[in-house]
């Protein structure tokens, strides 16, 4: 360390007559302490005030250039360093190195900005607001036949690719192209790993997207797919994994996603088609995730369902009752509940008998799972009453609704079984269902939703409990009490932030329920029609003529 004293005084000399032998010397000396301790010959670079002296020597036409760069780099390694090192405004300079034709300078220079800036937002945010991503980009084009730079841009591109900032200007660049040209260049997995590093965080961004897409991408990942496939080794379990997933990643964006499907032509989506038959778990996943992707317009769900796909993710399923793959089950379930969304489909994938596949995952114990059978149930019976009465009279799917209904932990799963139960009501409009949700202990779930914060869901609720109180309300006045639903109305007519809608399905359900007398009694004991001549007055005419018979239904049986 003794020499390093004496080289870190000489330097501080030598910057300032500028007699490159010496200062080579020089450098080279703290270049050999740092790779024998650097912690402690950084310590000593920042005790002796040297960092400063590195703006002045970071002058693009010396031969010490690259020393200082390399330097810089090394130094920033160490937390402690980072700041001292922008507090002595290396920045600026650096980034003006980036301009060289040096290959070694790059090399160097691009580290010493990396490491400044290591896991700091603040900085990265600052560099691109510096104009550092074209630059970089440019640099990939001009280099890519070294490695090490190749490597450091890379690696740069990565850290920089997390910052949602920097997204427009790698967007303004034709950094798809050559990521593309890039990765078709590699033979390594190490390497293929980097760009793939790179790549899944730009992929998130809709237009890089559709660049990725245009520069072929698409026809890089499926290379990939198709030769790990088979492979055991885990490199290739990574790399299969990693290129079908950022392959659904792709499809996301609706550009990208339409330009692939091609009508239900494209050899692209062929080919995933054929991932889904596959033994291979991963490609099963990729495979109903990617359909799950393409369903999300009704023009693609009608040409799929059309050309036999639901049978594909049937027997995708059925495969999957006994083995329990449960990222397998979600992603098969959410390509379905897409695929029933439009009206022409729901009786088509019903014929196909997608409700007895699906109900076999009733006994699930997985809340994803559960979500989206609920969801890919509800969508089917949509407008389909025959499917509803079916299903609202298995007395094993009410049962388990009910339960889910009471899953707290699970707000997604608890809201789509409300939303079921009150569906098979609403839907079928049958007494026998009624009964059975009565029995089963659903209606206190149903005046609990009418108080969600989702206007839907309470719309929801109200329809169905009105068809309750109006199908049988003998049966159902016991629960209505218990479940203080007159109590409920009356809030919900109070409240001036209930919707229109809201306001007069609690009305008509008001006039469904006087028909009972223990309910009848807490109506009047309640003053309804204080609040329902109120609403005479209301902006919307539906409901001031509904406020209108409800007062006068409410004075003639006070």
């Given at each position: 360390m003794e020499n390093l004293s004496e080289a870190l005084e000489k330097?501080?000399?030598?910057?300032?007559?500028?007699?490159?032998?010496?200062?080579?010397?020089?450098?080279?000396?703290?270049?050999?302490?740092?790779?024998?301790?650097?912690?402690?010959?950084?310590?000593?670079?920042?005790?002796?005030?040297?960092?400063?002296?590195?703006?002045?020597?970071?002058?693009?036409?010396?031969?010490?250039?690259?020393?200082?760069?390399?330097?810089?780099?090394?130094?920033?390694?160490?937390?402690?360093?980072?700041?001292?090192?922008?507090?002595?405004?290396?920045?600026?300079?650096?980034?003006?190195?980036?301009?060289?034709?040096?290959?070694?300078?790059?090399?160097?220079?691009?580290?010493?900005?990396?490491?400044?800036?290591?896991?700091?937002?603040?900085?990265?945010?600052?560099?691109?607001?510096?104009?550092?991503?074209?630059?970089?980009?440019?640099l990939l084009g001009i280099h890519s036949h070294n490695t090490a730079l190749t490597e450091m841009c890379l690696i740069a591109f990565g850290n920089l690719a997390e910052l949602e900032s920097s997204k427009e200007q790698f967007a303004s660049t034709n950094i798809a192209e050559e990521l593309v040209r890039l990765f078709q260049k590699q033979t390594e997995h190490e390497k293929k790993e980097m760009i793939f590093e790179v790549l899944a965080p730009l992929a998130e961004n809709d237009v890089i997207k559709l660049q990725l897409v245009e520069a072929g991408l698409v026809e890089c990942l499926l290379e990939v797919v198709a030769q790990t496939v088979d492979g055991e080794r885990e490199e290739d379990i990574a790399q299969l994994k990693t290129a079908s997933d950022l392959m659904v990643l792709l499809l996301l964006g609706d550009e990208s996603m339409q330009k692939l499907f091609e009508g239900g032509k494209g050899s692209v989506f062929q080919r995933v088609l054929s991932w889904i038959p596959s033994h291979n778990h991963q490609l099963q996943l990729a495979g109903a995730l990617a359909i799950a992707n393409f369903a999300r317009n009704d023009g693609n769900c009608i040409h799929m369902v059309d050309t036999g796909i639901v049978q594909k993710l049937l027997e995708l399923l059925d495969r999957h009752v006994e083995e329990g793959n449960v990222t397998v089950q979600h992603a098969a379930l959410s390509a379905l509940r897409n695929l029933a969304i439009p009206v022409v489909n729901k009786s088509k994938m019903l014929s196909a008998g997608v409700a007895d596949v699906v109900l076999k995952f009733l006994q699930s114990e997985m809340p994803p799972v559960q979500f989206k059978?609920?969801?890919?149930?509800?969508?089917?019976?949509?407008?389909?009453?025959?499917?509803?009465?079916?299903?609202?009279?298995?007395?094993?799917?009410?049962?388990?609704?009910?339960?889910?209904?009471?899953?707290?932990?699970?707000?997604?799963?608890?809201?789509?079984?409300?939303?079921?139960?009150?569906?098979?009501?609403?839907?079928?409009?049958?007494?026998?269902?009624?009964?059975?949700?009565?029995?089963?202990?659903?209606?206190?779930?149903?005046?609990?939703?009418?108080?969600?914060?989702?206007?839907?869901?309470?719309?929801?609720?109200?329809?169905?409990?009105?068809l309750i109180a109006a199908l049988d309300l003998v049966a159902a006045e016991k629960d209505f009490v218990g479940a203080s639903l007159v109590s409920v109305l009356h809030r919900l007519l109070s409240d001036e932030r209930s919707a229109p809608e809201i306001k007069y399905n609690s009305m008509i359900l008001i006039c469904a329920v006087m028909g009972s007398e223990p309910l009848h009694k807490e109506v009047q004991s309640l003053a309804f029609i204080d609040v329902v001549s109120k609403l005479r007055a209301h902006e919307n005419k539906t409901v001031s003529h509904q406020a209108s018979l409800t007062e006068q239904r409410l004075t003639a049986q006070s």
């Open positions: 330097l501080k000399l030598a910057s300032t007559d500028s007699t490159t032998d010496s200062m080579e010397s020089c450098l080279d000396c703290l270049l050999k302490a740092l790779a024998s301790n650097n912690t402690e010959a950084s310590m000593k670079v920042q005790e002796m005030g040297i960092l400063p002296m590195f703006p002045n020597l970071l002058n693009p036409q010396s031969s010490c250039t690259p020393k200082v760069a390399n330097i810089i780099a090394e130094v920033a390694k160490n937390e402690f360093m980072r700041s001292p090192c922008v507090d002595a405004g290396l920045i600026p300079p650096l980034i003006q190195l980036l301009s060289s034709t040096d290959q070694e300078v790059l090399l160097q220079t691009g580290r010493a900005l990396g490491n400044i800036c290591y896991d700091s937002h603040s900085l990265q945010a600052q560099l691109i607001n510096m104009g550092v991503i074209p630059t970089l980009v440019k059978l609920l969801g890919t149930l509800r969508m089917l019976i949509d407008t389909q009453a025959e499917a509803a009465d079916q299903l609202g009279t298995n007395g094993k799917l009410v049962e388990r609704l009910v339960e889910w209904c009471q899953a707290k932990d699970h707000a997604g799963v608890m809201g789509e079984s409300n939303r079921l139960l009150s569906a098979l009501i609403r839907h079928s409009k049958s007494k026998a269902i009624v009964r059975t949700v009565i029995q089963g202990g659903g209606v206190k779930h149903l005046v609990t939703m009418a108080t969600s914060e989702h206007m839907i869901m309470q719309n929801e609720a109200l329809v169905a409990l009105g």
